[in-house]
């Protein structure tokens, strides 16, 4: 199984920006996303990347937040830009291997 960890989240002031990380067990080569989930809402897709690094936004996060991955560190990240407290949650990371994996969340606060 897949083991995925996240990092990098925060308290932020709106229009503030966030870098978060997943590192990843073994060798990321499969779709890979990043998903959020805010207090008493369902969880949330955010982002996607392809193996072959082809991204997917969310239309309420694109043009701000920027997913990308390195192979050689087998990490994932999103880089979110102009932060909005809509944005407040906590943020999975998600791999597509096998029935699926999940980190166990970094949590994002962001203040108006």
């Known amino acids: 199984q897949v083991q995925l960890v996240e990092s990098g989240g925060g308290s932020v002031q709106a229009g503030g920006s966030l870098r978060l990380s997943c590192v990843a067990s073994g060798t990321i080569v499969s779709k890979m996303a990043w998903y959020r989930q805010a207090p008493g809402k369902q969880r949330e897709f955010v982002a996607t990347?392809?193996?072959?690094?082809?991204?997917n936004y969310a239309d309420s996060v694109r043009g701000r937040f920027t997913i990308s991955r390195d192979y050689a560190k087998n990490t994932l990240y999103l880089q979110m830009n102009s932060l909005k407290p809509e944005d407040a949650g906590v943020y999975y990371c998600?791999?597509?291997?096998?029935?699926?994996?999940w980190g166990q969340g970094t949590q994002v606060t962001v203040s108006s």
């Open positions: 990347i392809t193996s072959g690094g082809a991204a």
């Open positions: 998600y791999d597509s291997r096998g029935s699926g994996s």
